[in-house]
């Protein structure tokens, strides 16, 4: 069961840290530095990555634990996603406060010049002790004043989709090579063919799309609070494609186990 946890506490970093991006983006736009904020996207990137290389080995251990004892342990990848949600939610939450650190953090930079001397002038018991006078809490009002309407129903759905697909990728493939072990090789290979559906929508649907709004902005072209309805509508989208992953679990399963008797020659 430990080991559920510490794969829970990855997952839940990783879609906290990659929701958040969208609070760097907006900072950036709001301070007319967007290159500037997009060069810190890198912290998070690291940050996602360094957790998903380090869950990685222990998520496969679960599975390998469940093949060798016979246990369930479809309950425990659905706990897993549910810490996806959360990550999620916790990174809407946040979403006032990182935009705030992420102002100090794009003016930090600007001064220092590179990001290893940023992170020796911020990272200091007295500038954490400072995170306490930029904590933002959403107010009611906010909410209140988030609208839907302009922001393209297709963006958010699609959205929803792709998060859906990422989120229940691996752990499709995982499942499905306790469904035909005898395929298991070519099952944990097919993780690649499920991310790569969700990454050819992305590329070719979702960021241009973003990018286009997002200079609409810059130029003046479109409101402040128009940009910021969209950001927060793409983490709730990626929110609800958290709880889609976890319809979708089971079916990309039995679709890899399906299909993995077809790439036999």
Request: glycine content about 6%; overall charge positive; charged content about 10%.
């Amino acid at each position: 069961m430990n080991m559920v946890w510490i794969i829970c506490l990855f997952t839940f970093v990783i879609h906290t840290s990659e929701t958040l991006s969208y609070a760097l983006r907006y900072a950036g736009i709001q301070t007319g530095r967007l290159a500037v904020a997009l060069s810190l996207t890198g912290i998070i990137v690291l940050v996602s990555r360094t957790s998903n290389m380090i869950q990685a080995p222990f998520t496969g251990g679960l599975i390998d634990h469940a093949s060798a004892e016979n246990t369930d342990v479809l309950p425990f990848l659905h706990m897993i996603i549910g810490m996806a949600s959360l990550g999620t939610l916790a990174a809407i939450l946040l979403f006032p406060t990182l935009v705030q650190l992420s102002k100090r953090l794009i003016a930090h930079l600007e001064l220092t010049g590179s990001l290893p001397q940023m992170l020796k002038t911020t990272v200091s018991i007295h500038s954490i002790r400072q995170v306490k006078h930029h904590i933002r809490l959403p107010r009611l009002p906010d909410l209140a004043r988030f609208r839907i309407k302009g922001i393209p129903y297709r963006l958010l759905l699609l959205n929803c989709m792709v998060t859906g697909i990422y989120t229940t990728g691996v752990l499709a493939t995982l499942y499905a090579s306790l469904l035909v072990p005898e395929f298991k090789a070519t099952v944990l290979s097919a993780s690649g063919t499920i991310n790569g559906i969700a990454t050819i929508i992305l590329t070719i649907f979702i960021d241009p799309q973003v990018g286009l709004l997002t200079d609409k902005a810059m130029q003046g072209q479109s409101e402040m609070t128009h940009i910021r309805d969209i950001y927060l509508g793409l983490m709730i989208s990626r929110f609800f494609g958290t709880l889609l992953a976890q319809l979708l679990l089971v079916p990309a399963a039995y679709w890899v186990a399906w299909i993995a008797p077809l790439f036999q020659t």
